[in-house]
């Protein structure tokens, strides 16, 4: 049974997740030929990324929602924080749910035609935990492997310990639980007094108060089924939403222990809290320990799909926390990801889904992840909607055409009256009109990942309705098919007719439209039509100087953080790579987007896009830095990111998730590119595993000592391969296979042509034959210990609570200003022990054997002797003694020694908490102190 699910506590340590669990090294079957394996310790690979809130005072306590803790289970999700009003006593719990949108329908007694008032995400509630004294100072993590918050506060009274997940298996029980044991003082509650106390948010939009004409939802009715109470949200549409919950008290000796079960209801015409109780009674029944294995188990099985590691701790463990944060957001049969995901933000001013770039942006990287389930339910939601899609154009194209909102919508995909759209508020001319056909090139990747010939079969009676659409609305004039005038996203300027942003989409689908009708031997009665479309469609508009302008006689010329005159860079890649002329027009106009645009217009989310087009052209710093200039500027701490204090938008994380990938393995051209987008001097090593490329194809390879040291591939289709397999890499010939029997021939623009995979299952392995054969395994790489568990809220250095069994190394590797964890690695088989209470000189130091790879030994714990400790260079630091803990020589010499440096009151007891400050990624970052120093241009700054 795991340490945590005997409910002992201790579950800060790391030592909890590598109890719970085993090694793994995954190896590719290859019929004896070579293969790589993939040596990782899953638990304790992901512990290192895991999110750290740590704080001592009210300063510093987490009580925003971009400071909250946070888990999902891909509709219902959960955000854990404290509050931020006084007397400071209280841990919230926000619960909310992607699948909770009013529904007021056109035309009905309340209805404005406006989907920001009719049908926008509503808010559902929150749970409040009040403790007895006044909370001092807490800790909590993301356990990111197990899929759970863990954490705990100290307050004047006493102790209270808290686990957090949204149950990952939901078709057992869609439930979220808390576990919370109160110690001290704080047990001492009335036998009958709720330790959680639920309030009900207002179930209206966040942009009601902005029209004096809308009518609220009623308040929330409490009611109870049996031992299950109901929160009761009816809609003025005759339709509900609940939230059912129960607690279970324990009582012992020593402490009280509250279990809160809650389950969130879809909208239905009835029985919504009957629905709720059902599934809180299930959770109920199979208890909180069985409930929390069978979530995190899935969890456990989730990850490996695929692995990705490099150099930059910062940048690993923000790509893993949001490989965690899109599976929490959605699942496959679940709402799609809006702009808040199930984590929905009091106040935003975007309670809906947007189309003109951020539903997107968020699904780029669940397809090289080769997470295509995931992916599914952006699918899904246009399978669904269909009817709506056709609804947006004009009554006259209804018969053969569809479109997207211009702008953004709730998830039924209706266009109303609220953004900048056509007449009878349509999605026609002069407005938006392509965002429909930029979806559905995330629906065509569904099927380009896959090579699932039914996912074609699906999306093409959706495609031609888009490219129809197109046929529509163009018209003739000198001799080439010309657009009307319509809108490219966001541009402030003068609008015209062929904006760039239409002319790239409306190119690609009649490309994509063709193939696929060959391909699925359709007889399309519109063929003729769109290959002369095709071949007559007009040019695309430039300026004077040649760059890649709006739309006619529109020259990009005002700062502008949307690089939708661009589509034909980036994302559709749609321009000949191998004319040079083409591609020089390219790369100056990208140039010239960011130099008109960089000093205003840009904001965070243009930078992953930006990064992934410098890759394009080979500027690999510029890769880099454009991704480090995010996260370093806008990034939140618990990784979500927001324009506008409330303005929550989803879509950026993940996209700048896509362009890490994308550094790492890259399709374009027709052709896979390997590692053509890392930066040697910053990143000088790297290795992915079953990374997933156009194609069908899995992809592992490793990046050492600034070189590519062999590229594996693996066909994952069911149908043969439709096309040669092409690839670029640094690898020197000659080359080696493994089978021989696929082979290598170089091709005249430097890629080389990989023929021999056949058949699903089918691989290869490639590698320079000029030295010693590589090693084929792909291990993590070694992190920064200054950075690890740098995600999250942080203070002062955490109090060491569980010191466990630790590995033994000479330097102690501190995890930012946050050091909760120390790692020494053994080559002797000694390891530290460090157990029970403090004494005179400090904590009991003893010598242990060292477990064997994968056991952890889990120190004893004295609640009532606690001491703070903190590493500072290569000694532990007691707070109360002021002397240190120093370890010396072969034999782990462990010795108390008056510290070697001043010890100072500001620095055991600093008056301000740690700043929470983005490092800088291109300069030197390192922490004296109570401060943090940046060796900026060869300055010293300190904050």
Not at 10 to 39: E, M, R, T, W
Not at 682 to 701: C, M, N, W
Request: charged share 15%.
């Amino acid at each position: 049974m795991c340490l945590f699910a005997t409910m002992t506590w201790k579950f800060i340590a790391v030592a909890l997740i590598l109890a719970c669990s085993v090694s793994v090294s995954q190896s590719v079957s290859s019929g004896g030929n070579d293969a790589p394996a993939l040596n990782t310790h899953w638990p304790t690979f992901l512990s290192r990324s895991d999110p750290y809130w740590n704080w001592t005072s009210t300063s510093s306590q987490p009580v925003k929602w971009y400071h909250s803790s946070f888990v999902g289970n891909g509709e219902q999700g959960m955000m854990v924080r404290v509050a931020e009003e006084s007397p400071n006593n209280k841990l919230i719990f926000v619960v909310s749910s992607s699948a909770i949108w009013d529904d007021r329908k056109p035309g009905s007694k309340y209805s404005t035609n406006n989907f920001v008032l009719d049908r926008p995400r509503l808010p559902v509630g929150q749970f409040a935990l009040t403790t007895q004294g006044t909370i001092l100072e807490g800790f909590m993590r993301v356990d990111l492997y197990n899929g759970q918050v863990l954490g705990f506060v100290v307050t004047s009274k006493g102790k209270v310990n808290f686990a957090a997940f949204a149950n990952a298996r939901y078709d057992s029980s869609d439930v979220m639980m808390v576990q919370a044991e109160m110690l001290g003082a704080e047990a001492d509650r009335g036998q009958d007094e709720d330790v959680f106390v639920y309030t009900a948010k207002d179930a209206q939009s966040t942009w009601g108060k902005r029209d004096k004409s809308y009518v609220p939802n009623p308040p929330a009715e409490a009611m109870n089924i049996s031992s299950c109470q109901v929160s009761l949200q009816k809609h003025l549409s005759g339709a509900a939403h609940a939230t059912g919950y129960q607690e279970v008290r324990t009582k012992s000796a020593s402490s009280l222990t509250a279990t809160l079960t809650i389950s969130i209801t879809h909208v239905v015409p009835k029985d919504a809290a009957q629905g709720a109780c059902k599934q809180v009674g299930i959770a109920v029944s199979d208890g909180f320990d069985a409930v929390q294995k069978m979530s995190n188990e899935w969890w456990n099985e989730y990850y490996p799909a695929s692995f990705m590691t490099f150099t930059d701790t910062i940048m690993e463990s923000f790509y893993w926390i949001q490989m965690y944060k899109l599976a929490s957001g959605t699942r496959s049969d679940r709402e799609v990801y809006d702009l808040m995901g199930p984590w929905f933000i009091d106040g935003t001013g975007w309670p809906d889904l947007h189309w003109d770039l951020n539903v997107q942006l968020t699904y780029y990287p669940l397809y090289a992840a080769n997470r295509l389930d995931i992916a599914e339910s952006l699918k899904k939601m246009l399978d669904n909607n269909m009817q709506a899609l056709i609804n947006n154009v004009p009554e006259e194209y209804r018969n053969d055409s569809a479109a997207a909102p211009t702008g953004a919508s709730s998830d039924r995909c209706m266009e109303t009256c609220y953004w900048d759209h056509g007449p009878n508020c349509t999605t026609s001319s002069p407005s938006v009109v392509g965002n429909l056909m930029w979806t559905l090139q995330l629906y065509y990747s569904q099927y380009r990942y896959s090579m699932d010939t039914q996912v074609a079969k699906d999306l093409y009676p959706i495609l031609r309705r888009a490219i129809n659409y197109y046929t529509r609305i163009q018209f003739s004039k000198d001799g080439h098919y010309h657009l009307p005038v319509t809108f490219s996203p966001e541009y402030p300027g003068k609008r015209s007719n062929d904006t760039n942003y239409d002319l790239a989409l409306y190119r690609w689908g009649l490309q994509t439209g063709i193939y696929l009708s060959k391909l699925l031997d359709i007889s399309e009665p519109n063929m003729e039509l769109w290959t002369t479309s095709l071949e007559q469609l007009t040019p695309y508009s430039t300026d004077s100087e040649g760059n890649y302008g709006i739309a006619a006689g529109v020259p990009f010329s005002i700062g502008h953080r949307h690089f939708s005159h661009l589509f034909m860079v980036w994302p559709l890649s749609t321009i000949n790579w191998e004319d040079q002329a083409a591609v020089a027009v390219g790369r100056q106009s990208v140039d010239h987007w960011l130099s008109v645009s960089l000093h205003s217009g840009l904001t965070g989310f243009c930078r992953p896009p930006f990064a992934v087009m410098s890759m394009l052209f080979d500027r690999r710093e510029s890769v880099y830095t454009n991704i480090t200039y995010l996260v370093d500027n806008y990034i939140l701490p618990n990784t979500f990111y927001h324009e506008g204090e409330n303005g929550e938008c989803g879509e950026t994380p993940p996209m700048a998730a896509s362009a890490l990938q994308d550094m790492m393995l890259y399709y374009w051209d027709k052709t896979i590119h390997v590692f053509a987008g890392i930066y040697p001097e910053k990143i000088p090593d790297a290795s992915f595993h079953q990374l997933r490329t156009e194609g069908g194809y899995l992809v592992s390879s490793v990046f050492t000592n600034s070189a590519t040291q062999w590229v594996f591939i693996q066909y994952d289709s069911p149908s043969a391969p439709l096309e040669d397999l092409r690839l670029r890499t640094d690898i020197k010939p000659p080359y080696v296979t493994s089978p021989s029997s696929v082979k290598i021939t170089q091709n005249a623009d430097g890629s080389l042509g990989v023929a021999g995979l056949k058949a699903k299952g089918d691989t290869v392995m490639i590698y320079s034959g000029s030295g010693a054969k590589p090693d084929f395994s792909i291990s993590p790489v070694a992190p920064q210990g200054q950075f690890l568990h740098y995600w999250g809220y942080h203070s002062k250095p955490t109090p060491i609570e569980d010191f466990t069994t630790l590995p033994k190394d000479l330097t102690v590797i501190s995890h930012r200003n946050t050091p909760n964890l120390f790692t020494f690695r053994s080559q002797s088989g000694t390891c530290l022990t460090v157990d029970g209470c403090p004494g005179e000189k400090g904590a009991d130091i003893v010598l242990a054997e060292c477990l064997q790879p994968g056991q952890t030994r889990c120190a004893s714990y004295c609640d009532a002797c606690e001491q703070n400790w903190f590493v500072h260079k290569q000694h532990i630091i007691s707070q109360a003694t002021g002397q240190c803990i120093r370890f010396s020589g072969d034999e782990l010499k462990v010795s108390y020694v008056t510290c070697p440096f001043p010890i100072t009151s500001a620095f055991l007891q600093p008056e301000e908490p740690f700043p929470w400050v983005p490092p800088v990624h291109t300069s030197a970052v390192y922490t004296t102190n109570n401060a943090t120093q940046f060796l900026l241009d060869n300055e010293v700054v300190t904050l």
